[in-house]
C-alpha cells in the first residue's frame, strides 16, 4: 500500500492563477479531507468528503473547491489563487467511523503564491 | 464555532523529564480525541487517541487523560527522549460530523540532552 500520496511537493504559483492538489488513497477508506497548516494555527479542515459524490464544508472552505468521483481521489482546486493562500496542504483519509477513526496524512504539498 | 485550545505553545525540557500539553475543547458532545504527532518537515501521525467512556489511556511512556465535566484532556511524556522532539497537536472530533476533527494549534516540544 502507498497510503495517502499527494502530488505536487512544492508548488509556486502567482496571484489569480488556478491549480488542482492531487490526493489518492489506496486503503478504500470512506473519508478524506483536506487540511492547511499555518504557523501557529495548526490544522485548519478546509472541506471533506465521506464517501464518493459526497462533499462537505470544513473551517476555512472560501477559495477552494473539492469534489469527490472516486473513492479513491479527492483533489483540491484552487479557483484563483491569492497570498493568503500560502500555506502546507494535507489531504488525509480514513475508514468509516464504526471502523478506526485514525486519520492517515499524506507527505503535504507546499504552495507559495506570489 | 467549535474550538479546541491548547497549552503551552511551546515547551523545553531536560531528557527523563516529563512533559504535559493540555487542551480543552467546547463541543460538549465530542467524544474522540486523538493526539498527533508532527517531527520537522514531515506529516502528523496518530500517537494516541482516547474515546469520552474512558478516562484514562496508557501507551508505554505517553498517555493520556479525559475530563468531560470540564472538557479537557491531557497529554504525558514521561522520561522523555530527544526523540520526543516534535509538534504535537490535540484535536476533537465533532459531534454529528462523522470524522470531522478541529485540532488546537500545536505544542513544540524541545528535550535538551
Known amino acids: 500500500n502507498a497510503g495517502v500520496t499527494q502530488t505536487p511537493k512544492f508548488q509556486v504559483l502567482k496571484t489569480g492563477q488556478s491549480m488542482t492538489l492531487q490526493c489518492a488513497q489506496d486503503m478504500n477508506h470512506e473519508y478524506m479531507s483536506w487540511y492547511r497548516q499555518d504557523p501557529g494555527m495548526g490544522l485548519r479542515l478546509i472541506h471533506y468528503?465521506?464517501?464518493?459524490?459526497?462533499?462537505d464544508q470544513g473551517e476555512v472552505p472560501n477559495g477552494y473547491n473539492v469534489s469527490r468521483s472516486t473513492t479513491e481521489d479527492f483533489p483540491l482546486r484552487l479557483l484563483s489563487a491569492a497570498p493568503s493562500q500560502t500555506s502546507v496542504y494535507f489531504c488525509?483519509?480514513?475508514?468509516?467511523?464504526?471502523?478506526?477513526?485514525?486519520?492517515?496524512f499524506g507527505p503535504g504539498t507546499r504552495l507559495t503564491v506570489l | 464555532g467549535e474550538n479546541v485550545e491548547q497549552h503551552p505553545s511551546t515547551l523545553s525540557v531536560q531528557e527523563g523529564d516529563s512533559a504535559v500539553i493540555k487542551c480543552t475543547y467546547s463541543?460538549?458532545?465530542?467524544?474522540?480525541f486523538p493526539w498527533y504527532k508532527q517531527e520537522l518537515g514531515k506529516r502528523p501521525q496518530l500517537i494516541i487517541d482516547i474515546r469520552s467512556n474512558v478516562g484514562e489511556k496508557k501507551d508505554q511512556r505517553i498517555a493520556v487523560t479525559l475530563n468531560k465535566t470540564a472538557k479537557h484532556f491531557s497529554l504525558h511524556i514521561t522520561e522523555t527522549q530527544p526523540e520526543d522532539s516534535a509538534v504535537y497537536f490535540c484535536?476533537?472530533?465533532?459531534?454529528?460530523?462523522?470524522?470531522?476533527?478541529?485540532f488546537g494549534a500545536g505544542t513544540r516540544l524541545a528535550v535538551h540532552p
Open positions: 468528503s465521506v464517501g464518493a459524490g459526497i462533499t
Open positions: 463541543d460538549s458532545a465530542s467524544n474522540y
Open positions: 484535536a476533537a472530533r465533532v459531534s454529528g460530523g462523522y470524522n470531522k476533527l478541529i
Open positions: 488525509a483519509s480514513s475508514p468509516g467511523t464504526s471502523i478506526s477513526n485514525e486519520q492517515f
